[in-house]
């Protein structure tokens, strides 16, 4: 039986929340590899205009609204995805890296510049 998506029954909010701080963890330029897997995000994204820039991918600024809202970091650091000092840090556990988040394409999408 394959994994089941969303196993923690993380909201909406959560899981774009969740899927910005993957992305982010894919890349060198945002992110720091820890000793025990763990990645702490170095940086991020700054909206302008209606979207922003995550790795090669854009997100739209009104899917991004959990990066600023201290329940979202508190309930994802709950459930041991993240390690978290609002607003400051955030460092996305290798469970977090591993979190089935579903399918991504509704939030992330291909750069046009």
Do not use: C
């Amino acid at each position: 039986m394959p994994p089941k998506v969303n196993p923690l029954k993380l909201n909406p909010l959560q899981l774009k929340t969740l899927v910005l701080f993957q992305e982010l963890a894919r890349y060198p330029e945002t992110s720091q590899v820890q000793d025990n897997g763990d990645k702490l995000l170095t940086t991020l994204p700054r909206p302008h205009g209606n979207h922003f820039h995550v790795g090669n991918k854009v997100a739209m600024t009104k899917d991004a609204s959990g990066l600023t809202n201290p329940a979202v970091w508190v309930a994802l650091e709950r459930k041991g995805l993240i390690r978290a000092v609002f607003p400051h840090a955030v460092t996305l556990t290798v469970d977090g890296q591993n979190y089935d988040v579903g399918p991504t394409g509704a939030i992330l999408h291909g750069s046009d510049h």
